[in-house]
């Protein structure tokens, strides 16, 4: 009982808590993106940007407030930023859906080439953050960083692993609690969310119900720069923020997207913790808890280690193409690709 709880803490150290933080973050994600997909009908390529846009915001929040002397106590002083974050984010949205996306939208152009403007709006918004921020790590938490201590846990239980939970990794799961709860909450039971799942079911007889399709957009972009800026604070906080790290991000949170179903909210979430176990799973080194779960003799000599951690997004696209070879619409029946 003593090797299967050491086994089970490691796991719980390495794979579980870590996948599961990930994995809200990768849902919030992937919620903006299938709320864009659903409503505005294109695939956004800025969407990983507009996560790092929103974080580099936020940074600079912190900064200045704790420049004047302004913390959260044991709270990262961030979450106090994150509101102005939003803000300007959504600002910056709707500015750029006014400059760049209204005039498509109005041509009635094809989604193709809505991605393609999307994907010179991604690349404007990655200099844009880069020459603001710069390209090096920057690391913003603050406050209290554990909640449990390993050393205190192994003390405390006489095991010889010790159970490490830092703050940032709470903070993330039951801020995507909290946000989800609130999203669902505002598509089901609001005017405005209801109008926007009619606009999204059939555009043509939500027209001729007489929703205004603009307040619609506004909306979607408004609820995208929050889902993008608390994703990616979320995300930097637990491990910290570098510009092109988000860019990355992308090809994950499209998958858990596409995996869920596009178009399909619960899709996304289901999608999103899929696609963090695999990553986590399949780029983690077993041998430790094998050692701990293994009778003796037994122990593997090697690593048991699917895929190197440098091969991590090779999983996202893995699942990615599969999904949309065998079930284009997803696990939880989206719409098709």
Known sequence: MHDFLNGLVVLLNYVIIPATAYGSQLALGALGVTLVYGILRFSNFAHGDTMAFGTMVTILFTWLFQSWGISFGPLPTALLAMPLGIIVTALFLLGTDRVVYRFYRKQKAAPVILVIVSMGVMFIMNGLVRFIIGTGEQNFNDGTRVIINPFAFKDATGL??????????????VTAVIVVAALFWFLNRTRSGKSMRAFSDNEDLALLSGINPERVVTITWILVAILTTVAGVLYGLDKSFKPFTY???????????????LGNPLGAIGGGFLVAYSEVAVTYAFKLVLKYWLPAG??????????????????????????????????FKGKSV
């Open 247 to 261: 860019f990355q991000l992308l090809l994950p949170i499209f998958a858990s997207a596409v995996v869920g179903g």
């Open 160 to 173: 010889d692993q010790g159970l490490a939970l830092r703050t940032t990794q709470v903070i993330t799961v």
């Open 298 to 331: 037994l122990e593997p000599s090697g690593l048991v280690q699917l895929m190197g951690t440098d091969y991590k997004y090779a999983v996202s696209f893995a699942i990615l193409i599969i999904v949309l070879l065998f079930k284009p619409t997803g696990l």
